[in-house]
């Protein structure tokens, strides 16, 4: 037994107790395998490329920033357009000053809105407003009536 | 020592960096390629395997560089990586056996894999060769590359007090064999 424990101190000594003992590989395989293994490494960009810099909280918002200026820009241009074309933009006629002082003044609307007015505008105003027999007429006639009588009258005149 | 280990700090550094990790890789491939193929020779005893297994275990590093810290050392880092490749190589061989496929006999492979020397180193691979694998690891760790405890530790994720009560009881296993055999 005694021999069999410097068994291992026997194989130290004859060089065996080193990591290739009792092993050979072929000639000039380490150099061959180091170029093989270093030729076949994959490109790996996760590892061979600089990561880029982190973002900034203003680059993160901005695309949401300028979409919301777009839609913001949009609104208000449809807000302008409808402004500009709204019926309310106009002012009404009673406000008018101008058309106010014409309408508060006999002479113009006699001479430039009466004077417009047919015979026949004017009875069938007459007409409409019930007017009575006061006014000139023995009986409520129809314009068709009147313009009979004057067709008539004018005949006779001539 | 100081200068090695100054040496392995900028080898790291280098690695972190991504302009210079694969000039520093291809350094990392030719300082540690022979003692990871010895380690791997020494478990699977095929050269043509351990030659594969180198190659994995190379790859597998490179794939993952980015994940070494530097917390631990990166020769433990490859050793551990040459293992695992190493010992899931055997566990597929014995599938592959115990399956029936045409798979090469480990005994086999003990015996006639580019193996030289004299009687005492084929009796002393032989009796390394009936170790449990985990004493095997330990045994082949201290013995033929004479590394510390503590970094056999740092590998296998073992206590040194465990470490060395293993490699006792392979030494005891060894001297066995050997006077049985004798």
Redesign the interface.
Known sequence: ?AK??E??E???L?G???????????EGY?DA??D???A???Y?P?????PLPPRTIWQKVRPYVYMAAMFAGIWLMLQMFAMMGSPKALTPMGDNPILAEAFSNDDFVFDYLYDDLSTYDIYNELYVDDSSADDGFDDIVSPHDIFSTQSFCSDTTI | MADAETENVELVNRLRDPETVRDAFSEVVRRYSQQLYWQIRRLVLSHEDADDILQNTFLKAWQNIENFRGEARLSTWLHKIAINESLSHLEKLKKQELTGLDAPELSAAASTAGVDGNELMAKLRQAVQTLPQKQQLVFNMKYFDDMKYEDISEILGTSVGALKASYHLAVKKIEQYFEDTD
């Open positions: 037994m069999q424990k068994i291992l026997e194989a130290r004859q065996f107790a080193q990591p290739s003992a009792g092993m050979s590989v072929p380490f395998v180091n093989r293994i270093i076949s490494l994959p790996r996760e590892a061979e490329e600089r």
